[in-house]
């Protein structure tokens, strides 16, 4: 079953879901701010696509943080900051046992999901 790690109410979270449905897929959101499932997945996720993916730079969670808490940011303080502040996290997380997608794109989804 694909796992849709995220905050319900963000909008990029509502188009991955909408999607999904849309597709027939069997889902499960978890919705990472509420369960605290970050620091065991947080791991997992970064060998898997690398941290440089998953932190989230545009958002406000990043411009709220300290100059000194972003600048000369590597693999460890991206992770301590990650698991802090789950928002960092770029959503949705899209884990479908093989792939695993982080951002909402709907042609990659296709081709990820859809396609043998």
Do not use: H
């Amino acid at each position: 079953m694909i796992k849709l790690y995220g905050i319900k109410k963000c909008n990029s979270m509502k188009k991955a879901m909408q999607w999904l449905d849309a597709a027939d897929l069997e889902w499960e959101l978890i919705d990472y701010k509420n369960v605290g499932v970050v620091e065991q997945c947080l791991p997992d996720w970064c060998s898997r696509v690398g941290w440089q993916v998953l932190l989230n730079r545009q958002g406000l969670s990043w411009k709220k943080l300290e100059a000194a808490q972003r600048e000369g940011i590597d693999e460890t303080s991206a992770c301590a900051l990650m698991k802090q502040y789950p928002t960092l996290i770029k959503r949705p997380v899209l884990d479908s046992g093989k792939a695993l997608l982080v951002g909402f794109d709907a042609e990659c989804y296709r081709q990820r999901l859809l396609t043998a």
